[in-house]
């Protein structure tokens, strides 16, 4: 009998693990856009600037820090 609940119990853990679940780096539109005011606010931009940063800001293109190491174009993958 104990042996059952145990096994049903363990076997609920394992099921739990594989249920689907939002990255833990997920920002909302809302909240990208707020850090992106702030860096516009940061620097002073006004008019055109500050419509460009905004629109830089929220496209997701010209990373300063260029892409990620393993993905496409961003180069090898550091060997371990």
């Not at 707020?34 to 620097?43: L, V």
């Amino acid at each position: 009998m104990h042996r059952t609940i145990a096994i049903a119990g363990v076997l609920s853990l394992f099921s739990l693990a594989t249920l689907p679940a939002a990255p833990a780096f997920a920002i909302t539109a809302k909240q990208k856009m707020a850090t992106c005011k702030f860096g516009a606010d940061n620097e002073k931009l006004a008019g055109q600037k500050r419509a460009d940063f905004l629109k830089r800001c929220m496209s997701d293109e010209n990373d300063p820090r260029g892409p990620a190491v393993g993905t496409p174009g961003g180069g090898p993958a550091p060997k371990s």
